[in-house]
């Protein structure tokens, strides 16, 4: 779980965010490093399960910027 949130993390900070204007590039080069630490020894099953966790909380945390607007604008 903890590798998933580590993926997650540095695969929002690679993107423009609120933390780095321009994003933080050198994230892009190893936010994949401890899913694949997580994948040793799983089953196909279980690895796309939790390639499919890592891209929901990825996706969800890229979505942070849409936060502040409302349907009303």
């Known amino acids: 779980m903890i590798y998933i949130l580590f993926s997650s993390?540095?695969?929002y900070l690679a993107f423009p965010n609120k933390i780095?204007?321009?994003g933080w590039w050198p994230a892009a080069w190893f936010f994949a490093v401890p899913l694949f630490c997580l994948f040793?020894?799983?089953t196909m099953g279980a690895r796309l399960g939790?390639?499919?966790f890592m891209a929901v909380i990825?996706?969800?945390a890229s979505l942070a910027w849409f936060l502040p607007y409302s349907v009303t604008g």
């Open 9 to 11: 993390l540095f695969f």
């Open 20 to 22: 780095f204007l321009y």
């Open 40 to 42: 040793e020894r799983k």
């Open 50 to 52: 939790l390639a499919l």
């Open 58 to 60: 990825s996706y969800a």
